[in-house]
């Protein structure tokens, strides 16, 4: 094989490992087929201290055409289609989270905006926020290890005062579920973490 043989052949090789990472980051995230009795456990730890903060238990009661019920801790939680909060125990939001819309790629982007009722409180807050798809990767959680999609929220939350943030999280097609949560505000930073899964077939 002489020299400009080789380089072809170089040059066709690039060009297939090319090809197939883009098709690779390409695939996109169909909205997974939720199953009444599918079940998560997942641990909140203070970002500072790393301490538990908080232990929920989500377990999928009923799945209509026009959105998901579920048992949080005992307690009645309602999603969209897409598994974003309508209501849960702490909170309601009008019109409903956005943190996941399907089906998405990487490099997807939208946006939200919107209120929260702080339950507990009795203090409604505004919110606005943007999101990206920004890669593949793996991610390790105590429920175990995933091929996961990263994401990226940016944005503030007011109420008396605004507050900006940034949210990583990890959506894992094979959990139907985003698998961990690192969010990151002057004031407040947590990370959650999926310890458990049971997912019906």
């Known amino acids: 094989m002489n020299q400009t043989q080789r380089v072809g052949c170089w040059k066709k090789a690039c060009f297939a490992v090319l090809m ?6 390409a695939q996109t995230v169909e909205r997974p087929v939720f199953q009444v009795g599918d079940q998560w456990k997942v641990e909140t730890r203070d970002g ?12 999928i009661t009923s ?3 026009g959105r998901i019920e579920a048992s949080e801790n005992g307690e009645q939680a309602i999603y969209t289609r897409d598994m974003n909060p309508v209501e849960t125990p702490q ?9 996941l819309q399907f089906p998405f790629s990487a490099g997807s982007e ?15 807050g505004r919110s606005q926020y943007n999101v ?20 990226v929220m940016t944005g503030f939350f007011s109420t008396r005062t605004s507050t900006n943030f940034t949210r990583n999280y990890w959506y ?5 579920s985003i698998v961990k949560i690192e ?18 077939p």
Do not use: C, M
């Open 183 to 200: 969010h990151i505000s002057p004031s407040n930073q947590w990370i959650s973490e999926v310890t458990e899964v049971k997912l019906k």
């Open 48 to 59: 500072w201290t790393k301490l538990p903060i908080s232990q929920t238990d989500r377990v």
């Open 110 to 124: 939208w946006s939200y905006e919107g209120t929260t009722l702080i339950k507990a409180q009795g203090i409604t």
């Open 172 to 176: 894992a097609p094979s959990a139907r």
């Open 91 to 99: 909170n309601r939001f009008e019109p409903p989270g956005k943190a």
């Open 20 to 25: 197939f990472a883009g098709l690779a980051q």
């Open 63 to 65: 799945v209509t055409d």
């Open 132 to 151: 990206k798809v920004v890669g593949q990767e793996k991610v390790t959680v105590p429920s175990g290890t995933y091929d996961a999609y990263k994401l």
